[in-house]
C-alpha cells in the first residue's frame, strides 16, 4: 500500500529560483537561504520519496481571474513550467503521476471535497521554487509529482481547518492506494510577507516562530487561526500558510520533527522551513 | 441596504483582494494576464494606449495603467500578481514594485528588508496609522 511518510514545509518565493536560475547562489545573501537548505537535500536523497503531493498556489499564472478553483489536483502525465513574464524558469518538465492523482480525486470527491480536477496546468514559482530548493538542479525531477492548487490570491482562501481536513482525506486516499509508493507532502508558500500596498515589506517573525512550533508540536493551535489575523499579523500574502495545514493535516498528530530553517528575509519574504516525519514511517 | 464593513478594513496600507475588488479590477486583471506572453509584452511597449483598449478600462484604470501607479491599480481592482507582470514587462521584480508603493527608494527597501522588514508594531491597524501621522 502506498504510505506518506513526511510532510515538508518551506516557502517559495520567485526570487529564490531567481537567484539559482542566474547562479546567484554562491553570493552571501543567497548563501545564507540557500544554506539552509544543504541538509534537506541530503535526507531527501535518503527517504527517496516516489511521489511528492505539492500544495502549492498558482500566481496568475495558469488561472487567470476567468475562473478560480478552490482546490484544483493536477492529473496530468506533466506539467510545464509557465513563463510569468520573466521568461520560463530553466527547470525540468514536472512529472505526474496520472494513476494516484486520479484515485485521490475520486476518494476525497465522494469524503466531500469537492476538488476541480486540472487534466492541463502550468506550473509556476510556486510550485517549482520547492523543488529546486529540496532537490537542486537536476536534469530531471526525481519523483513523480502531484500538484495541488490552492486559491490563496481571491480572498477567500479556505479556511484553515478546512485544508487540515483536506490533508487528512488525502492521507486515507493514498493509504488506500494498492501500490507500494513512498509519499511525501509538501507544504508550500509565506511565510510572513506583504508584497501589496504601503505595507509591503511586513515581516513578523514572532508569528512564524510560533507558526512552526504549532505545527511541530500542536496542529490544532495553527488550524484555529483566522484569516484576519494571518493578513493582520503576517501580511497580506502570509496567508498561504493555511496550504501548510493541507499537509500537515496528512500527518500523524504527533510527529518528529527532522529539521527547521527559518531565515529573514528572501527579497519580500520571510524564509521558513520545517521537515516532519510520522512516528511511524 | 449599506454593506457591512469588512473585518479587514482596518489593515492599514493594505487592500484586500476580495470579490468586490475582482468585479471592479477584471479588465486590468486579464490585461495584465495577457503579458504572459513575450509578444503581447512586445506590443504593449509598441503602443501601450492601443493595447488597452479591448480590455474596456475605466479612464481611471487607464491611467493608473499608463502612469504606473501601482497602488491605484489595487484599489480599483487590480491584484499585484496580476499587476507584477506588468512589472515584469517593464523590467522590474517583484520587490523593486514592492519598495515603488512604499514610497521609499529601492535601497531603503533593501536594507529595511535585510534589517528584518517592515515589523507589525504599530501597523496592524488604520488607527495606529492616523496617530503616527499626527
Same mark, same amino acid.
Given at each position: 500500500?502506498?504510505?506518506?511518510?513526511?510532510?515538508v514545509?518551506?516557502?517559495?518565493?520567485?526570487?529564490?529560483?531567481?537567484?539559482?536560475?542566474?547562479?546567484?547562489?554562491?553570493?552571501?545573501?543567497?548563501?545564507?537561504?540557500f544554506g539552509g537548505y544543504e541538509k534537506s537535500k541530503e535526507w531527501i536523497a535518503k527517504v527517496?520519496?516516489?511521489?511528492?503531493?505539492?500544495?502549492?498556489?498558482?500566481?496568475?499564472?495558469?488561472?487567470?481571474?476567468?475562473?478560480?478553483?478552490?482546490?484544483?489536483?493536477?492529473?496530468?502525465?506533466?506539467?510545464?513550467?509557465?513563463?510569468?513574464?520573466?521568461?520560463?524558469?530553466?527547470?525540468?518538465?514536472?512529472?505526474?503521476?496520472?494513476?494516484?492523482?486520479?484515485?485521490?480525486?475520486?476518494?476525497?470527491? $465522494?469524503?466531500?471535497?469537492?476538488?476541480?480536477?486540472?487534466?492541463?496546468? +502550468? !506550473?509556476?514559482?510556486?510550485? *517549482? /521554487? &520547492?523543488?529546486s530548493l529540496m532537490f537542486g538542479q537536476p536534469?530531471?525531477?526525481p519523483?513523480?509529482?502531484?500538484?495541488?492548487?490552492?486559491?490563496?490570491?481571491?480572498?477567500?482562501?479556505?479556511?484553515?481547518?478546512?485544508?487540515?481536513?483536506?490533508?487528512?482525506?488525502?492521507?486515507?486516499?493514498?493509504?488506500?492506494?494498492?501500490?507500494?509508493?513512498?509519499?511525501?507532502?509538501?507544504?508550500?508558500?509565506?511565510?510572513?510577507?506583504?508584497?501589496?500596498?504601503?505595507?509591503?515589506?511586513?515581516?513578523?517573525?514572532?508569528?512564524?516562530?510560533?507558526?512552526?512550533?504549532?505545527?511541530?508540536?500542536?496542529?490544532?493551535?495553527?488550524?484555529?487561526?483566522?484569516?484576519?489575523?494571518?493578513?493582520?499579523?503576517?501580511?497580506?500574502?502570509?496567508?498561504?500558510?493555511?496550504?501548510? $495545514?493541507?499537509?500537515?493535516?496528512?500527518?500523524?498528530?504527533?510527529?518528529? +520533527? !527532522?529539521y527547521?530553517?527559518? *531565515? /529573514? &528575509?528572501?527579497?519580500?519574504?520571510?524564509?521558513?522551513?520545517?521537515i516532519?516525519?510520522?512516528?511511524?514511517? | 441596504?449599506?454593506?457591512?464593513?469588512?473585518?479587514?478594513?482596518?489593515?492599514?496600507?493594505?487592500?484586500?483582494?476580495?470579490?468586490?475588488?475582482?468585479?471592479?479590477?477584471?479588465?486590468?486583471?486579464?490585461?495584465?494576464?495577457?503579458?504572459?506572453?513575450?509578444?503581447?509584452?512586445?506590443?504593449?511597449?509598441?503602443?501601450?494606449?492601443?493595447?488597452?483598449?479591448?480590455?474596456?478600462?475605466?479612464?481611471?484604470?487607464?491611467?493608473?495603467?499608463?502612469?504606473?501607479?501601482?497602488?491605484?491599480?489595487?484599489?480599483?481592482?487590480?491584484?499585484?500578481?496580476?499587476?507584477?507582470?506588468?512589472?515584469?514587462?517593464?523590467?522590474?521584480?517583484?520587490?523593486?514594485?514592492?519598495?515603488?508603493?512604499?514610497?521609499?527608494?529601492?535601497?531603503?527597501?533593501?536594507?529595511?528588508?535585510?534589517?528584518?522588514?517592515?515589523?507589525?508594531?504599530?501597523?496592524?491597524?488604520?488607527?495606529?496609522?492616523?496617530?503616527?501621522?499626527?
Amino acid at each position: 500500500m502506498a504510505k506518506i511518510v513526511a510532510g515538508v514545509f518551506t516557502s517559495h518565493v520567485p526570487a529564490i529560483g531567481a537567484a539559482l536560475d542566474n547562479g546567484k547562489t554562491a553570493e552571501p545573501y543567497w548563501q545564507r537561504v540557500f544554506g539552509g537548505y544543504e541538509k534537506s537535500k541530503e535526507w531527501i536523497a535518503k527517504v527517496k520519496p516516489d511521489v511528492c503531493i505539492v500544495v502549492f498556489n498558482d500566481h496568475a499564472t495558469a488561472f487567470s481571474v476567468d475562473i478560480v478553483p478552490t482546490f484544483a489536483l493536477g492529473c496530468a502525465e506533466e506539467f510545464i513550467p509557465a513563463d510569468e513574464g520573466w521568461g520560463p524558469r530553466p527547470v525540468p518538465v514536472v512529472k505526474g503521476h496520472p494513476e494516484l492523482a486520479a484515485h485521490i480525486a475520486q476518494s476525497v470527491i $465522494l469524503d466531500e471535497f469537492d476538488l476541480t480536477i486540472v487534466n492541463k496546468m +502550468e !506550473v509556476d514559482h510556486g510550485l *517549482t /521554487v &520547492p523543488l529546486s530548493l529540496m532537490f537542486g538542479q537536476p536534469d530531471e525531477w526525481p519523483c513523480k509529482i502531484i500538484p495541488l492548487a490552492v486559491n490563496v490570491v481571491l480572498f477567500p482562501p479556505p479556511t484553515g481547518n478546512r485544508c487540515y481536513n483536506l490533508g487528512k482525506a488525502i492521507r486515507k486516499a493514498v493509504e488506500s492506494y494498492p501500490e507500494d509508493l513512498r509519499v511525501a507532502i509538501f507544504g508550500t508558500g509565506g511565510m510572513s510577507h506583504q508584497i501589496s500596498g504601503q505595507r509591503a515589506g511586513l515581516i513578523n517573525s514572532e508569528f512564524d516562530k510560533a507558526f512552526l512550533d504549532a505545527l511541530a508540536t500542536d496542529p490544532g493551535k495553527a488550524v484555529g487561526i483566522k484569516h484576519v489575523e494571518y493578513m493582520r499579523e503576517a501580511g497580506a500574502e502570509g496567508i498561504e500558510m493555511v496550504m501548510w $495545514l493541507v499537509a500537515r493535516g496528512a500527518l500523524d498528530e504527533e510527529v518528529n +520533527e !527532522v529539521y527547521r530553517f527559518y *531565515t /529573514v &528575509p528572501a527579497s519580500n519574504t520571510a524564509v521558513g522551513h520545517l521537515i516532519l516525519e510520522n512516528k511511524v514511517a | 441596504m449599506e454593506k457591512p464593513k469588512k473585518e479587514y478594513d482596518d489593515i492599514p496600507g493594505t487592500t484586500i483582494f476580495d470579490a468586490d475588488q475582482s468585479r471592479k479590477g477584471y479588465g486590468i486583471n486579464m490585461f495584465c494576464m495577457s503579458l504572459l506572453k513575450a509578444e503581447n509584452r512586445a506590443a504593449f511597449k509598441a503602443n501601450e494606449v492601443e493595447y488597452l483598449k479591448p480590455y474596456k478600462l475605466t479612464p481611471e484604470q487607464t491611467e493608473s495603467v499608463l502612469k504606473r501607479q501601482w497602488i491605484r491599480m489595487l484599489e480599483l481592482g487590480g491584484n499585484i500578481y496580476f499587476t507584477s507582470k506588468l512589472g515584469a514587462t517593464d523590467g522590474l521584480s517583484f520587490q523593486q514594485v514592492a519598495a515603488m508603493m512604499t514610497g521609499a527608494t529601492q535601497q531603503e527597501y533593501a536594507d529595511m528588508m535585510l534589517a528584518g522588514g517592515r515589523s507589525v508594531e504599530g501597523n496592524r491597524r488604520k488607527s495606529e496609522w492616523e496617530h503616527k501621522n499626527g
